[in-house]
């Protein structure tokens, strides 16, 4: 196996990064890295940790409106897909979780002026 250059190194973990924010499973980009790239599968393997690091990072510098928007964007599309692919309990599923991220009632507190408050 040849020797890889920084340079190409990073591009190729760059391009596992992008492709992992647009959402392909580990496997496929294990498959994806193997087949683009001829490498090993211990070395995509080993910049899919790395991928992984980077977006461990970016999620700690996120804010949480951010990351919230992130998640119902993805379960949005998640559901989408499903239903256009007739897997009608997935998409059951993901839009019944966007209405307890969202609209479900949350548990209101009790005024400690009223009555019986037991707080």
């Known amino acids: 196996m040849a020797t890889t250059s920084r ?8 391009d596992a990064l992008q492709q992992m924010k647009n959402g392909r499973s580990r496997g496929d980009l294990i498959d994806y890295l193997v087949s683009n790239y001829d490498l090993s599968r211990r070395s995509a393997m080993s910049d899919l940790s790395w991928a992984d690091k980077e977006l461990i990072k970016a999620w700690e ?16 599309r998640l559901g989408f897909l499903a239903e256009q692919n007739g897997q ?5 599923g993901a839009y019944r979780l966007l209405w307890e991220m969202t609209l479900k009632d949350k548990p209101q507190k009790r005024n400690p002026y009223h009555g019986n408050y037991k707080g």
């Open 88 to 92: 009608y309990a997935s998409a059951v």
């Open 7 to 14: 340079a190409e190194r990073k591009r190729r973990r760059m």
């Open 61 to 76: 510098t996120a804010d949480n409106k951010e990351v919230m928007g992130w998640m119902l964007n993805r379960v949005q």
